[in-house]
């Protein structure tokens, strides 16, 4: 069995975002700037896991610039085999069409792959829609949304899911080969052990694959900026909010709620 996992590489969730010149750009003073996206290490535990029950290997690709190199380097740490890293000066400006494409051309390339695994979304972008657009690329099973993955059947070629809906959940069996967008229920990510950190390092070193839009055979019109459906003409700061606060006292809670209740009718608030 042949698992791909996308990670990305993504902001800290404890950055300070600034908007200056049209730019957002963010800091973190108490630690990393760039972290791997932690929606991605569930979908590395949810490969690691299924290998260990089936057998295979793991190949984890990222597409970005140098820092995207970190994500590789923690989903190498955690258990994955195989690290690709997709860069190219033209895939910058990317939308999710034109990420999707690269990706797909990436999975295609790979050529014996079973399943693909996504976590449910990036934390800087948070649009969830990557993953579903490589399958649709693909022609492959799209399963969004999985709590939790019940069976693979290699002999079969099937892959039996329950997916987190609005309404509750929903029982899914469709055929491999198979994309999936993960939630946080679905695994307790394990943290990367002294062995694996040091295999990491050795292995980002000398062995990790470096790909461009050559490597890929893709079309230099579908990546990239050129390749994009979604321009961002303007990027800029919200207004600050300006309000004010009234506070009510009187002697007793009853007191305080009838000077509420009274505050809002003269408002028009009820």
């Excluded at 700037?33 to 190949?59: C, M, Q, S």
């Excluded at 693909?116 to 949304?145: H, Y």
């Excluded at 990027?235 to 009274?262: N, Q």
Aim: glycine share 8%; net charge negative; hydrophobic share 40%.
């Amino acid at each position: 069995m042949h698992i791909v996992v996308c990670a990305k590489q993504t902001p800290s969730t404890t950055a300070v975002l600034a908007v200056a010149n049209g730019k957002v750009t963010w800091s973190d003073p108490g630690g990393s700037p760039d972290i791997a996206n932690p929606w991605d290490e569930y979908a590395v535990e949810e490969a690691i896991r299924l290998i260990e029950a089936h057998g295979g290997k793991i190949t984890a690709l990222s597409m970005g610039p140098e820092d995207a190199r970190e994500a590789l380097k923690t989903a190498i740490a955690m258990g994955c085999d195989d690290a690709v890293h997709i860069t190219d000066s033209r895939m910058k400006g990317s939308d999710t069409l034109a990420t999707s494409y690269v990706l797909a051309q990436a999975i295609k390339k790979l050529d014996d792959v079973d399943l693909v695994i996504f976590g449910r979304q990036a934390i800087d972008g948070d649009t969830a829609q990557t993953s579903m657009q490589v399958a649709r690329r693909l022609g492959w099973t799209p399963l969004s949304f999985v709590a939790a993955v019940n069976e693979v059947d290699l002999a079969e070629r099937t892959i039996t899911v329950t997916r987190s809906i609005e309404a509750g959940r929903q029982k899914v069996k469709g055929p491999l080969p198979a994309a999936l967008s993960v939630l946080k229920e679905i695994n307790e990510p394990r943290y990367p052990s002294f062995k694996g950190i040091r295999k990491a390092t050795k292995y980002m070193a000398s062995d990790l694959q470096v790909w461009g839009v050559a490597e890929l055979g893709a079309d230099p019109s579908k990546v990239g900026s050129a390749g994009a459906r979604v321009r961002w003409p303007e990027v800029f700061a919200p207004p600050p909010r300006e309000g004010e606060c009234t506070m009510i006292e009187a002697d007793t809670p009853d007191g305080v709620a009838a000077l509420l209740v009274s505050k809002l009718l003269e408002e028009k608030v009820l």
